[in-house]
């Protein structure tokens, strides 16, 4: 067996957004991992038939990863309907190491199954190998620390705005708040879009809140599990995706006439004059691909973050004091990022990252086979006692002067996937919750913690964050 990341069996009782654990943080022992020859497969997690996994993978990832652990400690086999052979799930570092560094030809993504590929068809998120390589070259320009300097601004007027519309006394849902100003800031940051704009620009702005509403509503998630295996969109997707491709078909093709290179610092304007190593440029249904591919990918990972990150605070009122305190002050002392570090740590809004071993892989004791799909349990690695002193409590000063660890701390993945807008999400996370702590008080409804809901792939606080505001400061 490899090192047991097993915890005590009472506190597993518990929920484990509910848990706390004792103090102990053990020393992490290595575990071999990476391509070899002979199998010998990981433990079941436990007996239920596939349908019964798929459905409490689908459901409850979090109650599967810290069962599995608990059962299994770092490696254990789930049997569901997704694939024909058992998905493999890790928690070990040097795992995870091994999956970031073997490249896509031994460890691809398996993000070209995505749930998003009917909507945003090929793009840099869902294509493989030579292509995905090609579109994320083009892409990281605008997304490079430098460029996201420029959209500082924008982020800071986005979110003044939106703090200006608080009322005290009323109570509202962070992450739908944070949403508004994630929304602007890829409005106006990736597509160029504020209120000067043409009337073609209004319009897509239109038709993208429509569609990003219908996104969440019941019919759509009806005619998602409909289009499940179909890699085209299907039922009210479809009609819904069609209004939005001619809105946003007609803005590009203006753009395009009116481009002059170097003029505009938006990301459509940046894309139009990318060019891969042949000097070909995007067409209009690749430039449609990757914009709508950054909306989807960029905004609500980020607005749940802060809405999971201020649940948090307002439960832990002695951290939440220090961010106020800090983020009143001049120099912050870093307590902002650490505050974000150890949000996305607990609480991390992809629980789980696929990948697919095109080899017998070596996982600790246990070796899987060849074309196996792999799953990071991001969530479970970051709750490890042996990387994690007391790992169930919220404690960002962890992370104060402390740079997270790229094997250790994944939220935003990692390898040649890593999260494109990580950068911009960091930035958009700081100014949010710096602005929110200077300008608010804010405490929570119930101080029962939000109970996480699993939405696709995503993990997200079950009240949006919900809190009541008491005070609001110019
Ligand atoms: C807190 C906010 C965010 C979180 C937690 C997050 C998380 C992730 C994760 C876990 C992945 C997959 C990584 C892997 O498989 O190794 C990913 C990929 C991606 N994310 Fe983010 N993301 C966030 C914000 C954003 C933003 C703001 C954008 C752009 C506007 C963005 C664009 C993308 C893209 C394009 C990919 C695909 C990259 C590739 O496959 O090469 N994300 N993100």
New binding site residues.
Partial sequence: MTTSTATSSSEHRRRWWESATPSGSGELVPSPAGPVDELGTPPPLHGAGPLLQTLRLGRDEGRVLFEGTRLHGDVFRVNTLLEKRPLTITSHPDHVKSL?TAGPALAP?T?GQSQLRPIVGES??TATGER?RRQ?KL?MPP?HGKAIARYREQILDATTREIDSWQPGSRIRLADSAQQV?LDV?MSG?FGIDYRSSESEQLLRRRLRQMLALSVSSLARISELVSMRSSEPMGVQKWGLAHLDRAMLAVIAERRAAHVPGERHDILSLLLDARDDEGAGLTDGELRNELL??VL???E??AN?IGWAFERLVRHPESYGRLRDAARAEDDGGYVDATIHEA?RVR???PM??RRVMSHWRFGDWVVPERSRVLIGVLSLHHREDLYADPFRFDPDRFVGVKPGSTTWV????????????T??ME??RILTGEIARRTDLSAIDAAPERPVHRNVTMIPGQGGAVEIGSVMP
């Fill in positions: 970031f993504s993000a840099v998120l995905h994320r892409l997304f994630t890829i990736v591919t950054l990918a960029g905004h990972t980020t973050s996305m991390p809004v992809i990252l696929g939220p935003f993945g990692g390898g040649d996937r890593r999260c494109l807008g990580a911009l999400a958009e996370m």
